[in-house]
Structure formats: C-alpha cells, structure tokens
C-alpha cells in the first residue's frame, strides 16, 4: 500500500514539470512556412576602389521567405531593392565677362540591392499578450552601383563633361532583436532591428568618419507582416 501511494505521490509531482516543460519548449506549428511584406530601412559601410561611404536602401519594401525548422528555430531569406535618381539642372548659371553665358547639369542615379540570409531563435514566448522576442543572426549580401555625371554648357552647347561609375559588393555579418505578435492563426507583424558589420578589414578612423562609430556598426529597421503556410499537409484538427 505504501508503494502505491509513494508512486501517485510521485505522479503527481511529475505534473507540473511536464506543464512547465510544455510551455518553455512548445510544439512546432502547423504552419512552418512564411511569407513576408515588410517596410526597410537600412544603411551599410560600403568600400570603393577610391573612397568609403555608407549607402543605404533608403526606405524600400523587402520580401521575406522562411522556414521554421523547430519550434524556436526559424530561417528567413529577404531581398530588398532601392534604386535612386537626382538631377539637378541648372546645376549653376553664370554670366562671363565676354558676356557668354555659362550653365551646367548635375546627374545620379544609384542602386542597391540587399539579401540577408538569418536565422531566428525565439528567446522569450509570451501566452499574454503572445508577444515573441527572437535572436537574430546571420549574413547579408550587399550590392551597389553609384554613377554620377557632370555636364558643362556655354551659349547652350556642352564644351566638357564628366562622368563617374563605382560598383561594390560585399558581405556582412548581421545581428540583432526581432519582435513578432501573431494576429490569427495564419498572420504575424514583425519588427527587426539589425546591425551589420562589413566583413572587409579597416581602420578605426575609417570607421570612424564613414559610420560614426569605431566598429563600422550601421543600422537596419524593418517593420511588416508575413503569412504562415503548410506545404503538403492538413490542418491539425486542433486548429
């Protein structure tokens, strides 16, 4: 008799680790695919063959494509792309004192691309109000084409120009928080802030100019919703 009752005394003690257990690490969900629309803003450090700068996507729409491998481990493929266009003409007027008159034309256009591949560990899963706190980590692939041209005219007819290409692509690691609530079954907001750090070396005064910090840091933010998706299966009957 003693057995028995130091055996439901056990069993019951095993409860509410079980419960605990459940709620620390749930059950993957029923819908491990996503799809994403979100609102970017990002600035990178970017190395030309003659100069450093930073240049951004400015804020440009990023789609977002994932996998959520466990029930905290999630991997996202995004691709961003931004493309921008200045001209200012007259750049200048000017009259000569041969009585000449002289302007000129200022023209750029630039375009970027970003593609970050990241993965997602869910840090804190909150029941109420269900907010999810991720740990984002992984690397960004960063392209841009910069292109310039001045143009000099006297009397109307263009006596000189001058035009400037630099391209550049680089790789970097990113890091950082992600925010997610769900909405639904189906729907989730998410909010990233990331910093990336270009993987070519340079000097703490170059990062210094180019980014306002010592470490080469520049910041991304992303704001927006995806949708979860199975691929090949029913819905659980819970759902």
Not at 72 to 81: I, K, N, S, V, Y
Not at 166 to 192: S, W
Request: aromatic residues 14%; charged residues 20%; positive net charge.
């Amino acid at each position: 008799m003693k057995v028995w009752k130091m055996m439901g005394f056990a069993y019951a003690l095993a409860q509410p680790i079980e419960q605990v257990h459940a709620q620390v690490d749930p059950a993957p969900p029923a819908y491990p695919f996503f799809v994403g629309a979100h609102a970017f803003n990002g600035a990178y450090e970017i190395f030309f063959p003659k100069t450093a700068n930073v240049a951004g996507t400015e804020t440009s729409w990023q789609l977002t494509l994932g996998h959520q491998i466990s029930s905290r481990l999630a991997l996202q493929l995004g691709g961003t792309f931004a493309r921008k266009k200045f001209v200012d003409d007259p750049s200048y007027t000017r009259t000569t004192l041969s009585g000449q008159y002289e302007d000129g034309s200022y023209r750029s256009k630039r375009q970027t691309f970003c593609l970050p591949l990241l993965a997602r560990y869910a840090l804190v899963r909150l029941p109420k109000p269900r907010l999810q706190v991720d740990a984002i980590l992984g690397l960004s692939l960063v392209g841009i084409y910069d292109e310039f041209s001045i143009e000099n005219r006297v009397n109307g007819q263009v006596v000189a120009t001058y035009t400037e290409v630099n391209k550049a692509t680089h790789l970097y690691a990113t890091g950082g928080i992600g925010l997610r609530y769900p909405f639904g079954r189906n729907f989730e907001g998410v909010f990233d802030w990331t910093y990336s750090k270009n993987f070519r070396p340079a000097s703490e005064y170059v990062h210094l100019a180019v980014t306002g910090n010592k470490l080469g840091l520049t910041r991304a933010l992303s704001l927006g919703l995806r949708y979860r998706f199975a691929v090949g299966k029913k819905k659980a009957a819970s759902e």
